[in-house]
Antibody
Framework: QVQLVESGGGMVQPGRSLRLSCAAS????????MHWVRQAPGSGLEWVAG????????NHADSVKGRFTISRDNSKDTLYLQMNSLRAEDTAVYYC?????????WGQGTLVTVSS | QSALTQPRSVSGSPGQSVTISCIGT?????????VSWYQKNPGKAPKVMIY???QRPSGVPDRFSGSKSGNTASLTISGLQAEDEGDYYC??????????FGGGTKVTVL
């Protein structure tokens, strides 16, 4: 069965960096476009970044452009989100999602808290 | 990348129908037939209820339906049930391989 498992979240000070991982299993990871979506406390869902099946095309929301970078390692079936220059407003649960028939599969999410 | 516009809340009695609107622009909702809808409950991952405007994934009850007219997409829940309570989000492709979500709508079953 399809599984997406995020890891790497935690508490970090403003201005610091964090890298999230999303380990995929149960499907051919290298065949699917993937995304990161976040939900800040008390707020709605926000698309963060997406990457093509082969990693050749990546896009980021304006709110994170220049600070966050999405990437993937198809040999490891893993999606990444490198988050630099973190701000308090980046505090959220971060989900990875597979792009097929909508965002058909999601991970359980990993919490990132940016606070001094 | 402006969020799509959804009503904050809708409510209905069991058995009634409710419709959630999702207003975008010609650069997102109106420009592509890639609107999807997600149910989100606290502590759980979002679940896709509708994709490609009106397609229902297997396992989603047929009381959920989607449509689009111009820059506005809609999700209708017919025969509302208690288990349908939750937050619902629309999402549209917005060009250049980007996505945009709506602000979310809280569905309450009275």
């Amino acid at each position: 069965q399809v599984q997406l498992v995020e890891s790497g979240g935690g508490m970090v000070q403003p201005g610091r960096s964090l890298r999230l991982s999303c380990a995929a299993s149960g499907f051919t990871f290298s065949s699917y476009r993937m995304h990161w979506v976040r939900q800040a406390p008390g707020s709605g869902l926000e698309w963060v970044a997406g990457i093509s099946f082969d990693g050749s095309i990546e896009n980021h929301a304006d709110s994170v452009k220049g600070r966050f970078t999405i990437s993937r390692d198809n040999s490891k079936d893993t999606l990444y989100l490198q988050m630099n220059s973190l701000r308090a407003e980046d505090t959220a649960v971060y989900y990875c999602a597979r792009d097929y028939l909508g965002l058909g599969y999601w991970g359980q999410g990993t919490l990132v808290t940016v606070s001094s | 990348q402006s969020a799509l516009t959804q009503p904050r809340s809708v409510s209905g009695s069991p058995g009634q129908s409710v419709t959630i609107s999702c207003i975008g622009t010609s650069s997102d909702v109106g420009g592509y037939n890639y609107v999807s809808w997600y149910q989100k409950n606290p502590g759980k991952a979002p679940k896709v209820m509708i994709y490609d405007v009106s397609q229902r994934p297997s396992g989603v009850p047929d009381r959920f339906s989607g449509s689009k007219s111009g820059n506005t997409a809609s999700l209708t829940i017919s025969g509302l049930q208690a288990e349908d309570e939750g937050d619902y989000y629309c999402c549209s492709y917005a060009g250049s391989s980007t996505l945009v979500f709506g602000g979310g709508t809280k569905v309450t079953v009275l």
